[in-house]
């Protein structure tokens, strides 16, 4: 079973406390009166030897260094022989290390030649007394003895106090486990949370914390690895949905590229097919007269001047479909571009008994190539003279706006059905002309190609009676 980090923390934080409080309590428990009794043996010994030179030099600072340790440090220091050696505690003394009836216990804690340390335990006192017995000049003897009773006892109860110390600082340990631990693992808790969103792809989780160690340092670390991983990630996505588009789009160019094949070998078949035949008949002098020779000649040249501006509209258009194209941008007056296109219809629309109306102002420059444009605008004249009623209304306009022009043709007639507006842009769709004209179908499809080129918007309206079709050039 998986534990978190706070758990673990807890345990290991609580078992540290547990573990030195324990420590100190046995050592405590174990050493302590050892440690004191052998700073006391210590003590003694070096205050004997201090003692000793003062005595054997004849000192006059050894009765007063005397009295400094009897009252200073509570330990009874005795010199033997003295003036009255039958009174005084000196005599119990010696009494008390020759009487077995009154010492429990007796031990050795060190011996020399000059001196000797002895820790007794007494029976009826129930009471211990380290005792010094060392030798002076001469036949003089030091006797120093302290009460150690009192140390087993203060460590029994230092032992027992510390025991409730103990038990205290566990739980107030405890408690700043938990409180370190939640402190500790919360921002680490946060970077674990915000990898396993990233592993899911979710990168929009940051680490907000605002610590000085390197827990911190980790959490900027995940920040930046994130941002770089959701821009990384980002524009991988953005490529293959760019490469999926390329090869839908690449699909679809192969698909119109065979249509666009087939249209053309459709269209090419049936002026080649008249020219065939007609050509044969000349061979074979079916035309037996000049005038039939003349006409069957007309007609070889009219299909083959069809075949003509069919093949150069297929290369016209197949050169503005090429990606290297390059247009030939100018700033030009839009306005005087329509009077010479209207001048060059001129005798079709005199024909056709039609007056053009050119609703403009004095001059309105656009930015684009103006051959090209010059095409648009005589495409969208052809188509509105092959389709327009008997009306014969045909109107043109130039409309001036912040960051384009627009230019619009209209003609009076039928409007085109809603499911065939997206089709006519197509190569080689017809639609059924008024005047019964069979044009190639790629004259709207030229237009397409130019405004893309230009990447200006163009398009179609139907009216209450009739049609405009329009295009937007920049300025």
């Given at each position: 079973m998986?534990?978190s ?7 290991v ?13 046995i050592?405590?428990a ?10 006391k ?8 030897e201090?003692?000793?030179q003062l005595?054997s ?5 050894f ?8 009252y ?5 220091i ?20 020759n ?12 011996k ?7 820790k007794?335990?007494l029976k009826?006192m129930?009471?211990?007394i380290?005792l010094?017995?060392g030798?002076?000049?001469g ?8 009460p150690v ?44 949370r915000?990898?396993?969103?990233m ?11 605002n610590r000085k ?15 770089i ?8 996505k ?7 588009l390329?090869?839908?789009?690449k699909?679809?160019?192969e ?6 094949l087939?249209n053309?070998s ?19 002098n ?6 039939s020779?003349i006409?069957y ?5 009219k ?6 501006e ?13 990606d290297?194209?390059n ?8 306005n ?10 001129a005798?079709?629309?005199e ?5 053009p109306?050119?609703?403009h ?19 969208y004249l ?5 389709h327009?009623?008997e009306?014969?209304?045909?109107n043109?306009?130039v409309?001036i706006?912040?960051?384009?022009t627009r230019?619009?043709v ?8 809603l ?7 197509q190569?080689f769709y ?23 080129l230009?990447?200006c ?19």
């Amino acid at each position: 079973m998986k534990r978190s980090i706070k758990m673990n923390m807890f345990f290991v934080l609580s078992g540290l406390i547990l573990v030195m409080v324990l420590l100190y309590y046995i050592t405590n428990a174990v050493f302590l009166e050892k440690y004191y009794t052998y700073k006391k043996i210590s003590f003694m010994t070096s205050n004997y030897e201090h003692l000793h030179q003062l005595y054997s030099n004849n000192n006059n600072a050894f009765e007063e260094e005397l009295n400094t340790l009897i009252y200073d440090h509570n330990i009874n220091i005795f010199v033997y022989p003295q003036e009255d050696m039958t009174s005084g505690i000196f005599p119990r003394i010696l009494t008390l290390l020759n009487s077995k009836a009154l010492i429990q216990r007796s031990s050795i804690l060190k011996k020399t030649e000059d001196y000797t340390i002895r820790k007794i335990s007494l029976k009826k006192m129930s009471s211990e007394i380290i005792l010094f017995a060392g030798n002076l000049k001469g036949n003089e003897k030091l006797i120093m003895y302290l009460p150690v009773a009192s140390i087993s006892s203060s460590a029994e109860i230092f032992n027992e106090f510390l025991l409730y110390v103990a038990l205290a600082a566990l739980i107030i340990g405890i408690v700043i486990s938990i409180i370190m631990a939640e402190k500790l693992t919360k921002p680490i808790t946060e970077i674990s949370r915000m990898s396993e969103n990233m592993k899911l792809l979710d990168f929009t989780g940051r680490y907000k914390g605002n610590r000085k160690d390197e827990i911190q340092d980790l959490g900027e670390n995940m920040n930046v690895l994130s941002k770089i991983l959701d821009n990384t990630i980002t524009e991988l996505k953005n490529k293959n949905n760019k490469l999926a588009l390329d090869i839908h789009q690449k699909d679809r160019i192969e698909k119109m590229r065979k249509k666009f094949l087939q249209n053309a070998s459709h269209q090419l078949k049936t002026p080649i097919t008249i020219v065939k035949g007609y050509a044969e008949g000349l061979m074979d002098n079916v035309a037996d007269d000049e005038e039939s020779r003349i006409n069957y000649a007309f007609t070889i040249y009219k299909e083959a001047e069809n075949m003509e501006e069919l093949v150069m509209k297929i290369l016209s258009l197949a050169r503005l479909e090429t990606d290297d194209y390059n247009l030939k941008l100018e700033r030009f007056d839009i306005n005087k571009l329509i009077d010479e296109v209207i001048e060059r219809y001129a005798p079709l629309f005199e024909q056709r008994q039609i007056i053009p109306k050119f609703i403009h102002y004095d001059k309105v420059f656009a930015y684009a190539d103006r051959n090209l444009i010059s095409d648009v605008v005589s495409n969208y004249l052809t188509n509105a003279i092959h389709h327009v009623d008997e009306n014969k209304e045909i109107n043109i306009s130039v409309s001036i706006y912040k960051s384009y022009t627009r230019i619009e043709v209209y003609n009076s007639g039928k409007n085109i059905p809603l499911e065939e507006i997206e089709n006519i842009w197509q190569s080689f769709y017809k639609l059924e002309h008024k005047d019964g004209y069979k044009g190639s179908g790629l004259g709207l499809s030229i237009v397409s190609a130019i405004m893309e080129l230009h990447n200006c918007e163009y398009g179609v309206v139907n009216q209450n009676r009739g049609v405009v079709f329009w295009f937007q050039l920049g300025r």
